[in-house]
């Protein structure tokens, strides 16, 4: 699926679908790469953290090895792992299988993981180390001469990263986060800033140039609604769970979307939190008829979002609705598809 606007590649990533079942975690992944590739989308977003099952390095290699055309998107937190070895694995990767690869640098996860890890900064101190961290990468990945940098948080001297790779491979950064300290990050950085989907869908965007939500589509709205009623039930059990993992976040964008979970639905457009409520997905989604999610998409594009990172349920038919849906969008923005 190749979409462009105004000489700009559109990318659309699909979440890894998460899930406590040890044997089903990594069966999941291998199935979102191969369907991946089977659609046309651009790649995958592998999660990081002290509860992700395999490590997203492991699950990139995976994915690399048994496909022609995925890019890895690849979650990066400075508490797991240094700039360098980031750095080396990107450059293991773009020397091995010759493809770029996507990194989604992160500053939080749950506190009490923070705590287990003794990482006591503040929100905004994390983002101000995620600076200097993105910086040496870049320095690192892009020099043929040793790299030293003094910063608050990383000191390196006469580092050097080789081979090094290619321009072409150079990958490409994407911050997560909605606070001023993200967006200030993203802008020194040169990063794309990523957000949740708002209510006001285009007309809510900040500075972001990345988008996250969930999509549910059908040939009619009806058939959508239809479908998600039976996807995402009530469940007050889950939404409880929701309200303990509440307490246990200082993250910006996932308060935003618990408050904004708390007034009436935006059914009439098609934003619907209920899935976020249930502790079903991390974010809003988005569901109505191809048309419906084409008109927003194509939307969100012409106000410059050019990335589109997706959180759909794990089953392959999912995939063809929403190839229908961005088919119909690259119409709407005067493609021939």
């Known amino acids: 699926m190749s979409i462009f606007f105004k000489s700009t590649e559109i990318n659309i990533f699909i979440l890894s679908h998460r899930t406590t079942d040890r044997d089903l975690y990594w069966k999941n992944i291998k199935n979102v790469v191969d369907w991946t590739e089977k659609y046309g989308y651009t790649g995958v977003l592998l999660f990081e953290g ?49 493809r770029r690869i996507y990194l989604n640098m992160i500053t939080g996860t749950a506190l009490n993981y923070l705590h287990s890890m003794d990482d006591k900064m503040s929100h905004d101190d994390r983002y101000r180390r995620i600076e200097e961290y993105i910086e040496i990468m870049k320095r690192l990945l892009s020099s043929t001469a040793p ?39 993203a802008k020194k950085t040169n990063s794309v800033g990523t957000q949740m989907l708002t209510p006001e869908m285009a007309r809510g965007l900040k500075s972001a140039k990345a988008i996250n939500f969930g999509i549910l589509c059908r040939p009619t709205d009806s058939e959508a609604w239809e479908d998600a009623y039976q996807m995402f039930p009530e469940d007050p059990d889950s939404q409880i769970i929701l309200e303990y993992s509440m307490e246990n976040t200082d993250s910006v964008w996932k308060k935003r979307m618990q408050l904004a979970s708390k007034y009436a639905e935006h059914k009439s457009i098609g934003y619907w939190m209920s899935p976020f409520t249930n502790f079903q997905s991390d974010g809003p989604y988005l569901v109505g008829s191809y048309d419906r ?3 927003i998409i194509s939307d969100l594009i012409k106000a410059g979002i050019h990335t589109f990172i997706l959180d759909i349920t794990p089953n392959e038919a999912e995939y063809a609705h929403i190839a229908s849906a961005f088919s119909a969008a690259k119409e709407k923005l005067g493609q021939s598809v």
């Open 50 to 98: 002290n509860d992700t099952f395999i490590s997203p390095w492991v699950a990139a290699q995976e994915a690399l090895a048994r496909t022609k055309r995925v890019s890895p998107l690849i979650a990066v937190n400075p508490i797991y792992m240094h700039p360098f070895s980031a750095a080396k694995l990107v450059s293991s990767y773009a020397q091995i299988y010759k």
């Open 293 to 295: 999610v084409a008109t």
């Open 147 to 185: 790299v030293s940098y003094s910063g608050d948080y990383y000191n390196v001297s006469e580092l050097q990263l080789l081979p090094g790779i290619n321009t072409e491979f150079m990958p490409s950064f994407l911050l997560s986060g909605q606070s001023d300290a993200a967006c200030d990050v």
